[in-house]
Nanobody, 125 residues
């Protein structure tokens, strides 16, 4: 059973930055595709970014492209989401997720097998 633990959320003003971390419990973590999702109150969980675990390809939602960057540190079994130029509409609970079946990423949350507990990000105007 893979456990994912997020950290790094908080409150910032618009234009600020935060870095989220997602630490995985399993050494075989490097085989997984990893992604970030977010869910705002009253809204569905939406795809934010994904990274191929061998450090190759990445994919981003249009709403965060150019502002957010995801990266990995295989030695630490950790994935990061660097969020710059934050906007109030980025306010949500952010989740990391691991995908072990099929292609390295998908945008639908149902394609992911393991989830972290979520971390709150609040951006004030």
């Amino acid at each position: 059973q893979v456990q994912l633990v997020e950290s790094g959320g908080g409150s910032v003003q618009a234009g600020g930055s935060l870095r989220l971390s997602c630490a995985a419990s399993e050494r075989t973590f490097s085989r997984y595709g990893m992604a970030w999702f977010r869910q705002a109150p009253g809204k569905e969980r939406e795809f934010v970014a994904a990274i191929q675990r061998n450090g190759g390809s990445t994919s981003y939602a249009d709403s965060v492209k150019g502002r957010f960057t995801t990266s990995t540190d295989n030695a630490k079994n950790t994935v990061y989401l660097q969020m710059n130029s934050l906007k109030p509409e980025d306010t949500a609970v952010y989740y990391c997720a691991a995908k072990v079946r099929g292609s390295w990423y998908a945008r639908g949350p149902d394609n992911y097998d393991y989830w972290g507990q979520g971390t709150q990000v609040t951006v004030s105007s």
